[in-house]
């Protein structure tokens, strides 16, 4: 984010989303997170004139692809063994580092980030808390979101992504998709946890997803949030202004789905997916 605590804003006051935790002043960065049911959307943004690793990086990022999804986040039940696991498969993964807040009453985490040739398209580390993550308002919020449904990664080459990804980070494909509901791209679904992530390869030069590659790329494409009532929630967030698409059947079994226009959430890719 360009202003993560103007973003806060949007995505709280506007858009109905819960609280993880508050903008957080880091010193060269702003940190603050909505709540995702068992997971979080942390939004970040470096701050002028003020030097620092993780602001240098921030910036690199906005310039290379502006606002928008950059990092993956994995919490693993026992980092350090993750980390020998990950090494043992052959997967770079960084020393890791245990930050702890100047707030007594926070709450220290400890990161180990992963090569970026380990996961294809996009970077991720590891992310382990001191004590159970607690969201700062409960998990409330007028959207009435359950959970991180799954992440989208665009590819090129959807056989070797999916190696690559089950050869370093152990993420075998459930299940694969091809042209579903008639669309211009193939599929394959990488459970994590009570999520999943989908490898999107497009295979057709015309439609929706082979514009947004073009345009886009290779990477970290959007992400899906599951809803407790998908038409309240489009109704609700269109009474707020935001440009949300239509409901229509989505290509997993049972789902029914609407995408957040952009424009709408600081060039956040968002879907909605209500599941029955």
Known sequence: MRDARSAFETYTRGLGFPVSWAPEDHGGWDSCALWLGDASLELLSPKPRAHSVEGSYMDRALAARGEGLVLLAFEPEAL??????????????????HYQPDDPDGTGFTTAFIGRRSTPGLSTFLCEYDRP??????????????????????????????????????????????????????????????????????????????????????????????????????????????????????????????RIN?????????QLIERR
């Open 80 to 97: 350090h063994n993750m980390v020998a696991e990950l090494r043992e498969r052959g997967a770079l993964v960084y020393e890791p580092v």
């Open 133 to 258: 993550f607690r969201p700062a308002d409960d998990g409330g919020g007028a959207l009435n979101v359950k959970k991180l449904d799954h992440v989208v990664i665009a590819t090129e080459d959807l056989e070797d992504a999916a190696a690559k990804w089950e050869r370093n980070l152990g993420l075998k494909v459930e299940e694969r998709l091809s042209q579903p509901l008639g669309s211009g791209f193939e599929v394959a679904r990488l459970p994590v946890g009570d999520a999943f992530i989908e490898l999107v390869k497009p295979v057709e030069e015309k439609g929706r997803f082979a514009e947004q590659f073009r345009e886009r790329g290779e990477g970290f494409f959007s992400i899906s949030i599951e809803v407790e009532d998908l038409d309240a929630a489009v109704s609700y967030l269109r009474g707020k202004g935001a440009k949300v698409s239509d409901t229509e059947p989505g290509i997993w079994p049972g789902s029914r789905v609407a």
């Open 262 to 270: 952009r424009s709408s959430t600081h060039g956040v890719s968002i």
